[in-house]
């Protein structure tokens, strides 16, 4: 009798050839002809999906990953512009007391009318060039509010030329230069004039910066006290504000836009934990606070007996996050938010003029706020 299970790749039955693997796991051949050789279109089709909803999921990817890095590169831009804000107000000079102008031109009057104690000012030439007020955030607004200077040389007139001229020299200090755009190959173009001795490098001009600058308290205490400013050395607390793309057109009478800035009270202040939170009683109807922004408090603070009793108080603070809205009734229009914020301790109530909840002023473009306290010597100019 012939062995067919010794015939290599046939079957014992028939003598048809079979895979070995068939023959292993003993299919019998009569199945031979269902076996095939590949995959259904189902599992081509599910195979697919699969793939499909990788891709669409890597898609969703990138726009989150480029706001990202667009958010990584204007946060170390604007700390650059900021480190070279500080340089410049320092080499030019800029703290000295006898450069500093109101809209008209003239000296500030706490400077020409010899105060001894000096308030909180807004160093913002790039504004007031352009025909911008004398106040900042905003005159006949919420109080308290803080005066806007300029620089010689860059106020507003009527004559266009001298105009162009003011703003030009505003915008060679306060708009910041390095944010050069790069070549494919990273290389940084260079404008070429036709004689070559007006070459200038290609910038953006993206980011632009403003300075508030708050004299020493405790210095200017002390001289209010003795009834004398300090006239040798002067110590400043300079914040310095670094805008991305600012509006600087000035609305009606010169005031900033609107939408460039805004001013609303909030429904509740913790200043332990540095929490607000708005409705639509403080003014938040139309505006919308996301979580990077920067907002400034105002207050009053007490500054002792006789001496002026009290002075404004303006620090500026990073919303961490906002946008818990939840409906407190029945009531749509009452959706209150919550904003918590980071930066500087809040003064004590002890110390506050009055018990009222401070101003929030709003101001759109600001990426960035850093403060530093500087020592200015007039002695050395």
Known sequence: MRNHFRIRGRSPENGRRVRHADRRQGIPSRWHARLRRGISLLEVLFA??????GMLGLGALIPVANFQVSQGLRADHSSACARAAFRILEARGLLDSRNWRNVDGDPPSFISGGNAQWPTFMLDPMFIARGGEGTYPVSGGLTPTMGRLTLPGMKFDADTD???????????????????????????????????????????????WMAMVTPSPLESTVAAKIGAAATKRMTYNVA??????????PAAAGKEADHNVQQL???????????LTFDVTG??????????QWIMLSHRINNGTGVNNSMPYHRWYRVVSAGNRYRATGSGANIPLHVQLEGPPWPDNALLASADL???????????????TIEFDPSIQ
């Open 48 to 53: 697919v999906f699969i793939l499909s909803m």
């Open 162 to 208: 001298v105009r162009r001229q003011a703003i030009a020299r505003a915008e060679s200090i306060f708009r910041w230069r390095d944010d050069l755009p790069g070549g494919s190959k990273g290389e940084r173009p260079v404008l070429i004039a036709g004689n070559g001795d007006n070459s200038i490098s290609a910038h953006e001009g993206s980011y632009s």
């Open 240 to 249: 310095v504000i670094v805008f991305y793309k600012r509006d600087l057109a």
């Open 265 to 275: 009270w909030p429904a509740s202040f913790n200043p332990a934990t540095l929490t």
């Open 283 to 292: 003014g938040m109807t139309d505006l919308k606070i996301v979580p990077g």
């Open 358 to 372: 401070p101003t929030v002023t709003v101001h759109q473009g600001v990426v960035g706020v850093y403060e530093r």
